[in-house]
């Protein structure tokens, strides 16, 4: 046990030295697993990195193709804006072969924003290119909204070990370049962990069966997705100490000058780590 998380739980376990050691147990329970931390998030300047591979394979399992997205991810600025850094998109067709240096991404730098549905809209990325590249750029921006939403929109709603359905209401447009529409989202409380002598919640999340189509010159993609990962909360500050999604779409694809559709598997593996 780490050493921060065993001085905490000592002391909870002293703090009543002459009752019996069910009721300290109970105490402790009490104190770490009734209720999540309801005090407003800090909004001191925060730091992350993303890292989102991208891995593909036809349905039979052939490898196709990997993609490599990252980018640094500020919050905490000047009425609650946020802004992103140093995105990179690399490609490469070697399955074990490590990435190359990848490209960067410059329309998106210094990208300056307040999280909200807006960034749904279209002229929210109007100076995004209609290619791949600004597809994948375009889902940092929307997964770390969605982790973050995680952490924070239904705090008051989750009780260890049940889960909360998040109420869906239909689909919505992925800006100009696609639609999305939710079948289910679970959140589930399931636990405390320790990171840097602090506690967090693990909140982790799913949503089976979504369908996903986009539509770009050149290309069009029909299918479903599902994803799943893990949010830790600070139980202190509210803040994000880390996260982790993992995903798989399968697509129909159709491209401009070739003669027939296809199909292609999509496996997504992400995290987000706090860099400052």
């Not at 599902?226 to 509210?238: L, P």
Request: a neutral charge.
């Amino acid at each position: 046990m780490c050493s921060g998380l065993a001085a905490l739980l000592m002391s909870l376990l002293i703090i009543l030295p002459s009752v019996s050691n069910g009721q300290n147990e109970k105490a402790v329970i009490e104190k770490l697993f009734t209720r999540l931390s309801t005090v407003p998030v800090n909004n001191t300047l925060q730091k992350y990195r993303m890292t989102a591979v991208y891995t593909n394979r036809d349905l039979y399992g052939t490898f196709t193709g990997k993609i490599k997205v990252s980018g640094e991810y500020t919050r905490g600025l000047e009425n609650g804006h946020v802004t992103w850094n140093n995105i990179v998109v690399a490609n490469s067709n070697e399955f074990t072969a490590p990435f190359p240096a990848g490209a960067r991404q410059e329309y998106m730098e210094n990208i300056n924003y307040i999280p909200s549905p807006k960034m749904l809209y279209a002229n929210a990325f109007k100076d995004f290119p209609g290619t791949p590249d600004g597809v994948y750029s375009r889902n940092l921006v929307w997964d770390m909204m969605a982790i973050e939403g995680f952490a924070w929109e239904h705090t008051d709603s989750l009780a260890l070990n049940k889960i909360y359905r998040i109420p869906v209401t239909g689909g919505f447009a992925m800006a100009d370049i696609g639609t999305y529409a939710h079948n289910e989202i679970q959140l589930s409380w399931t636990g405390i962990s320790v990171i840097n002598d602090e506690l967090f919640a693990v909140i982790e999340f799913r949503a089976l069966d979504n369908k996903l189509e986009i539509s770009m010159p050149g290309i069009k993609t029909k299918g479903t997705e599902q994803y799943w990962g893990t949010v830790w909360v600070s139980q202190k500050s509210r803040l994000i100490g880390k996260a982790a999604m993992y995903g798989g779409t399968i697509q129909e694809i159709e491209v401009t000058g070739m003669p027939n559709k296809f199909l292609v598997k999509t496996i997504r593996e992400l995290w987000v780590d706090k860099i400052q």
